[in-house]
């Protein structure tokens, strides 16, 4: 369990929607099996953004100052006891849910639906928008030297691109189609390539995103302006085998189920705002479909680590705004704005 020392350090909180503030608490100091790291860069995801926007991300709700930020990279300050795996000064990233490890999801390897998880940077466990964090050592990981400190802030985002592919079964003969070019949709995209898919689609109604996903490989289709579900039915002659909603935008949801093939899988990753969505429900049942809910990711770190190594030019293009840690607030009003050219925003610290 970590401690703290007499020193201090600064956190960005988030005190209500749309407000962050900077302030001093404790430095804490690693205890057995723990390490201290200094951090250098945290993403800001759309889980942080629905704390920002609305004060609660599901059944969740933001009761007192927290510290959001859970993608991120940073560097060994110390080590507790008896870690003998990392070492002071190397670079690491971290994955924030933190399992138990003894219940029976997590001793079957699905540790990502622990019931006892304590998921960093999800109240009320503060995440890793601080100058220093405390984390167990098996749960750090090493950087490559081929990655910089902003890309290891994306490699938490990849890993659940990763698992949307992996649950939807994607191999070299699917026909894939990814609803949302934000973020997630963009790093789905960029984990069906590395699983070998060749043909790839890619929906949303922002220009310059879907100009972002043709540039990458994927052929696209702004439901704005055309038929989604006809669109693609007709360019695969029956509807895509793999659907992977990553907007949770409902009229999204709505339209993917549609456009889905007989026999199709449904990888559900986006949340709605709202907890419930209308679906015709027995042309799901008479289409065979089957559901798959991505809920994060489990043992897609290191694989995640491996893809951003050999795509690390590719994935770089979806960092677009890089922000000091004293302007962090900046940095959420710029993700709120949601400007059409901005995919992911990064906080760096010095």
């Known amino acids: ?7 201090s350090m600064k956190g960005a909180f988030l005190l209500k929607p749309e407000t962050i503030a900077i302030r001093e608490l404790p430095r804490p100091r690693p205890g057995a099996g ?7 860069a945290v993403g ?5 953004m629905h704390l920002y926007d609305t004060g609660r991300i599901g059944s ?3 009761e007192s100052p927290h510290i959001p930020g859970h993608e991120m990279s940073g560097e060994i300050a110390a080590l507790g006891a008896g870690v003998t795996s990392l070492a002071v000064g190397q670079r690491v990233v971290v994955e924030p849910g933190i399992a138990c490890g003894h219940c029976h999801m997590c001793r079957s390897g699905r540790y990502n639906l622990c019931g006892a998880v304590r998921f960093l940077g999800i109240p009320p466990h503060h995440g890793f928008l601080t100058e220093y ?3 167990p050592a098996q749960w750090v990981y090493p950087l490559p030297e081929a990655l910089s400190f902003v890309a290891g802030a994306a490699i938490e985002p990849l890993a659940v691109g990763l698992q949307a592919v992996a649950q939807g079964g994607v191999g070299p003969e699917s026909r894939v189609a990814i609803f949302g070019a934000g973020m997630i949709g963009l790093v789905a995209l960029e984990a069906a390539l590395a699983r070998g898919a060749e043909q ?3 929906v949303d109604v922002v220009e310059q995103r879907l100009g972002l996903a043709k540039e990458l490989g994927a052929t696209v289709v702004n439901s704005r302006q055309e038929d989604a579900v006809q669109e693609l039915r007709r360019q695969t002659g029956g509807g895509p085998d793999v659907v992977i909603e990553a907007s949770g935008a409902p009229a999204a949801i709505t339209t993917a189920f549609k456009s889905a093939a007989k026999g199709a899988t449904f990888v559900a990753v986006g949340l709605p705002e709202a907890p419930t969505v209308a679906l015709d429900y027995t ?6 479909i089957r559901i798959e809910a991505v809920f994060r990711y489990a043992n897609q770190f290191p694989l995640a680590l491996d893809v951003a190594v050999r795509r690390r030019e590719r994935l770089a293009k979806l960092v677009t705004d890089c922000l000091p840690f004293a302007h962090t607030a900046e940095a959420f009003a710029v993700a709120h704005a949601r400007r059409e050219g ?9």
């Open 342 to 350: 901005t995919i992911k925003v990064v906080v760096e610290f010095p």
């Open 34 to 40: 723990e390490v201290l790291i200094r951090v250098r």
């Open 283 to 288: 042309a799901i049942v008479r289409s065979g």
């Open 200 to 202: 790839i689609w890619v």
């Open 60 to 62: 969740v709700v933001l």
């Open 133 to 135: 964090v405390v984390a």
């Open 1 to 7: 369990m970590a401690q703290t020392t007499n020193g």
């Open 44 to 48: 800001i995801c759309g889980s942080d």
